[in-house]
């Protein structure tokens, strides 16, 4: 029987910046969790997809110089690029791990934990943890829907895919959310036949429909998409055999599911805690002190499905851990404009608030990047670009984009937003020629055309050759 003031449940990134928080403030922490691995982002999750990217970005980059006068045609070593993959992961996830390692050393519970009262924990090894207060830091993991479960051994996720030897043959990717389309556009640039499906409409986790459109028109040039479709599995030998709609069906060596990574809380027990559990069994929580009810218990991170990103669980980790250590003194936390990024090429991103078609309170200003002087000067002419604005004063309230280098707009319009700047303000601002961000630029002149806003009378309106 072990006490303690806060208990700390799962050593990921929201549970680390917990850590982080309390380590101070004399309170007595134990942190437990079964592995103590490091983060699902440097182990599974962000750092091996974009090293896979970055292996496909090559690949393509060679295939595609044509269009330049310059040929190279790639000879893609799958096993080499798989290694590279788990070499720069392991050591990106050996930083975690020591990092890890340093700030748990005597507070280190390695056990699974789950509830067994408000403020007790029962261990996998059999110890019980009496804590003050709880933070919930569980993260997220893959799930396989029904019909794959049975062909699990031909089937990938997140947790799997990075350990391949060498690149299959054929992949099917289900779900083209994040994760499914950075990793269906990757394997097909390295050569793999790669096929897409997803039973919803939009893909990348995008909600404007044409921004949505217009990045499946760009990924269709390379890889088939198949939306609005429920593809059903067989087991064909060794390979699965797909059937959706009228195409006929098609037979692929593996499966990656990626069809949504729910909350990791369906093994703590969270009835034994009294607290109030939405539809999905998740505690219903402060999003701005993250407190669940009015328990010192605290939901950081993926395991409160609200921003699964990682720069969200490192903030959440942080509120939950400061607010842990003055319960019950509670700080409302100010958070971040939302900004999510797919890291496809063109990148996807969505920024702050997207209103509803039609909305009556907004305005829309577009930028279309299939005809973009630098984005056409680097063949990378694809994608849309919208920016949202009230439509009494023009200030910028949210964007959607599929842009070439969309990463950096994404930035620089999250932090335009969060600093509550008007589409004439940004518009006030320099613009280097030739550049995706002059992109911007049509899509900050339609919001001020459309809210009657002044545009400084020293700016030229003008297009340079190619903006
Ligand atoms: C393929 C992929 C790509 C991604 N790419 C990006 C990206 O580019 N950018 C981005 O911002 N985000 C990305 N993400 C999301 C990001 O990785 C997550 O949002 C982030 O890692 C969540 O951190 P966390 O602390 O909530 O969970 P985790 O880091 O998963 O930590 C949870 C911890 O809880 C432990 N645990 C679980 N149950 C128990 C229990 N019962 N008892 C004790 N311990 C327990 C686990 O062992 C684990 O250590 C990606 C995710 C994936 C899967």
């Known amino acids: 029987m072990l006490s303690c003031d806060v208990a700390i449940i799962g050593a990921g990134t929201a549970g680390m910046a917990a850590l982080r928080k309390l380590k101070d403030t004399g309170l007595q922490v134990l942190m437990i969790d079964p592995e103590f691995r490091g983060t699902t982002c440097a182990n599974t999750g962000c750092m091996p997809s974009k090293l896979i990217i970055a292996a496909a970005e090559a690949a393509h980059m060679a295939r595609s110089a044509t269009v330049f006068g310059v040929e190279a045609e790639p000879r893609i070593d799958g096993a080499a690029v798989m290694a590279r993959v788990r070499k720069l992961r392991d050591e990106f996830a050996s930083g975690t791990q020591n990092t890890l390692m340093d700030m748990t050393d005597g507070i280190r519970l390695q056990s699974r934990a789950r509830f067994i009262g408000p403020n007790q924990l029962q261990l996998d090894d059999g110890r019980q943890v009496t804590a003050q207060r709880i933070i919930i830091a569980t993260g997220s993991d893959p799930m396989l829907p029904g019909p794959y479960q049975a062909l699990s051994d031909l089937c990938l996720t997140n947790e799997t895919v990075f350990e391949i030897p060498d690149l299959p043959r054929s992949l099917a990717v289900i779900g083209a959310g994040p994760i499914g389309v950075e ?22 986790g995008l ?126 936390a100010t958070r971040m404009e939302p900004l999510a990024i797919t890291f496809t090429r063109p990148n996807a991103a969505t920024i702050g608030q997207v209103p509803q078609p039609g909305c009556a309170t907004t305005v829309t200003g577009s930028a279309d990047y299939t005809d973009q002087g630098r984005a056409k000067v680097e063949a990378r002419a694809h994608g849309l670009l919208r920016i949202y604005a009230d439509r009494h004063k023009g200030r910028i309230l949210g964007a959607s984009l599929a842009a070439p280098d969309g990463e950096h707009l994404a930035h620089l319009l999250a932090w335009a937003i969060s600093a509550g700047m008007t589409a ?37 309106n003008g297009q340079p050759s190619g903006a």
Request: aromatic letters at 6%.
């Open 183 to 204: 990793l269906a556009q990757s394997f097909a640039r390295l050569g793999v036949d790669v096929a897409l499906f997803d039973t919803g409409s939009t893909v990348a």
């Open 207 to 332: 909600s404007d429909r044409a921004v949505s459109d217009a990045l499946a028109d760009a990924l269709r040039l390379e890889f088939p998409v198949h939306l609005d479709v429920t593809p059903e599995p067989r087991r064909a030998g060794d390979q699965v055999e797909l059937s959706w709609g009228t195409d006929p069906s098609k037979r692929f060596d593996r499966v990656l599911v990626a069809t949504g990574r729910p909350p990791n809380l369906d093994g703590l027990d969270l009835e034994t805690t009294g607290l109030q559990l939405d539809d999905h069994g998740t505690p219903v929580f402060d999003p701005e002190t993250l407190q669940c009810g009015d328990a010192p218990i605290f939901l950081a991170g993926d395991a409160n499905a609200a921003r699964p990103l990682l720069h969200e669980a490192s903030s959440e980790g942080a509120i939950a851990g400061a607010n842990a250590a003055s319960w019950p003194d509670l700080g409302d």
């Open 424 to 460: 004439s303000q940004m518009l006030d601002l320099p613009f280097y020629h030739p550049t995706v961000e002059e992109g911007l630029k049509s899509a900050l002149r339609d919001i001020c055309k459309a809210t009657a806003s002044p545009v400084t009378w020293s700016r030229d």
